[in-house]
């Protein structure tokens, strides 16, 4: 079974945006993991490099073939850390969007066939399941002695809470390369260590 860990960054739409509000929000990078059976893992962090709509869209079709070009039909597992509450319902309402503003565009079927087409593990629910309430991935990481990259940037260490400025700045086309690759190791750290915490979760008896 091949194994696709995918998280989105994000920039919010409004001053005080509503986590659990798909239309708060807007996507600028999204991290994609994939582990084969019998092989590594592999990361990847793709960017959207412009504020406009196309852009996104572009972003979001990138995703949906980089998918696809891993898995190339087989079966797969999406792995995620509160994809059911976050990443999905706004990739979905991104998508719709975009094809609001483009009426030739079908990016919000494509996204639809990869997701039904895939099985879906969201960990922070088996988390939930095995506690009885839900823990920050940073902490479950720990709680299971699983490493993740832990990038700087002006001698601090980066958090979740940095990337809308960070990706503003990304988008705007005024970012260097340095920050585009702090950028890049923030979100790969994301979904890297959710091919061990799914082991962990999924088969616990054998660890």
């Known amino acids: 079974m091949n194994l696709i860990a995918l998280d989105i960054e994000t920039i ?3 001053q005080d ?3 659990d509000s798909p239309k708060d929000w807007t996507i600028f990078a999204v991290a994609l993991g994939h582990k084969a059976p019998g092989s590594d893992v592999t990361v990847d962090v793709l960017f959207r490099d412009s504020p406009h709509f196309n852009a996104e869209r572009e972003l979001l079709n990138d995703v949906i073939d980089w998918v696809a070009d891993r898995t190339n039909g087989e079966a797969r597992t999406l792995i995620t850390y509160n994809g059911d509450s976050y990443d999905f319902p706004i990739l979905r309402h991104r998508a719709y969007v975009l094809d609001d503003e483009s009426p030739d565009s079908n990016v919000a079927e494509r996204l639809y066939m990869m997701l039904e087409t895939s099985m879906h593990t969201d960990l922070i629910q088996l988390v939930k399941d095995q506690k009885g309430y839900y823990v ?3 902490d479950t990481l720990a709680e299971h002695n699983i490493d993740a990259d832990e990038p700087e940037w002006l001698g601090k ?9 960070m990706g503003l700045e990304l988008i705007s086309g005024r970012a260097n390369d340095e920050l585009r690759e702090t950028v890049y190791r923030y979100a790969a750290s994301d979904v890297e260590p959710l091919f061990d915490l799914h082991t962990e979760l999924k088969d616990p008896v054998t660890q």
């Open 12 to 14: 919010p739409l409004k």
């Open 17 to 19: 945006p509503d986590f």
């Open 157 to 165: 260490p980066v958090e979740g809470s940095d990337m809308p400025s």
């Open 136 to 138: 920050s991935l940073d």
